[in-house]
């Protein structure tokens, strides 16, 4: 029998929700340093109890954890990340040079070979690299060196890279979403990096079409079509199927197109949900009501699941890096809210139910299939 | 030994009791007490002060003697009752925040 973990950031702790494959019944952890923030944890694909956490304090600054049990225990690894070189400067919100300054990680990514090895994205926007299991950190400052980068300017939850994918097929390709800088790819381990935005129109820029400057919220990828991304921007829901060199529009006929997370089915890889929010003023669903769109045309026509999610009162958000999915036959799909409920649905988002329910508010939701 | 006093937090993050105790070699100042505390306690380093500009978190405050000790030079002599031992320093958090 599988086992499903799923590991939870919030803005007041980790924790650590398992289940069988059943999936009915749902044991939560205490929390892992209570009152800390925990931007986001990931376990390493190819040794599931190794699981990197990133642990921040607005006193302490940033942490970081790993765990070798399966999230039981923790050991503190290295939190120096150092920009390579003169850092410079970017582009502050109003037009001015800032420096850049480090603030946290927003994002890990483990590699796919090697449990040692594993990429973190930051605020300021940067990407960094681990090969020992956390305890130094590198910074591939090629991203940051772009030629664009000084034009990169925060977004309001200030510049950071929060999506880090690497192609299955080609652990040389990266791909980066960067707030709001826009996307980048890689094609040779991080030494040289491209914006891929062509087919983004961003109506607030001054340049809509700009090459860099874009809001982009998140980007997923199915692993059986590493080519194939969908994007949730801050407005605008999009897809390449050529990795990246130009984007489609499949908002479609989602209610309203803003939003942060999307995410697609493990087996079905033109499935793919979002959670529609009202609008970039007032983060929480339309109407009081939460919905999950789906889409199984991998874009253009949606349609709501609604059933076991609130359908009235109802004014949570749910954040960028907070939905994930299983790998059961039965695909399970996770999101976590900042009311502090983590919903789940066994049957491919036609129902849901709220697995824990009065977390903090919850940041960042990770799936293991054990 | 300096006796140090740290924030809720920070005794979780070292895994550490309410007060612990370490060896300063050299005079007493705020920078080799630190220096020392992070000797020891690996996990600390960064979150007291600032991995680059090696300052003072701007939440954190550093009390002794009832002195608020916070803005004195990192390399001036502690107070006498501090490098014998007798009164702790004191690493505290600010009341802030809220917002979350």
Partial sequence: MSEVRVLVGTRKGAFVLTSDGKRQHWKVSAPHFGGWEFYHLKGSPVDPNRIYASQSSAWFGQTMQRSND???????????????????????????????????????????????????????????????????????SALRGHSTGSQWAPGAGGLCLHTILIDPSDHQRLYVAISSAGAFRSDDGGAGWKPITKGLHSKYLPVPDAEVGHCVHRIAMHPSRPQTLFMQKHWDVMRTDDSGESWQKISGNLPTDFGFAIDVHAHEPETVFVVPIKNDSEHYPLDGKLQVFRSRSGGHEWEPLTKGLPQQDCYVNVLREAMDVDTLDSCGIYFGTTGGQVYASTDGGDSWTAIVRDLPPVVSVEVQTI | MVRVELPYHLRQLARVDKEIAVDVPGEVTIASVLDALEARFPMLQGTIRDHVTGERRPLLRFFACEEDLSFAPPTAPLPDAVARGVEPLIILGAIAGGSR
């Fill in chain 1, 70 to 140: 399966g999230g039981k225990t923790w050991e503190t690894v290295g939190n120096k990340f150092l920009y390579d070189g003169i850092p410079g400067t970017h582009q502050w919100y109003d037009g001015t040079p800032h420096p850049w300054e480090f603030k946290r990680v927003w994002h890990l990514e483990p590699s796919l070979t090697d449990p040692e090895t594993v990429y973190a994205g930051v605020e300021d926007a940067a990407l960094f690299k681990s090969i020992d299991g956390g305890a130094t950190w590198t910074e591939l």
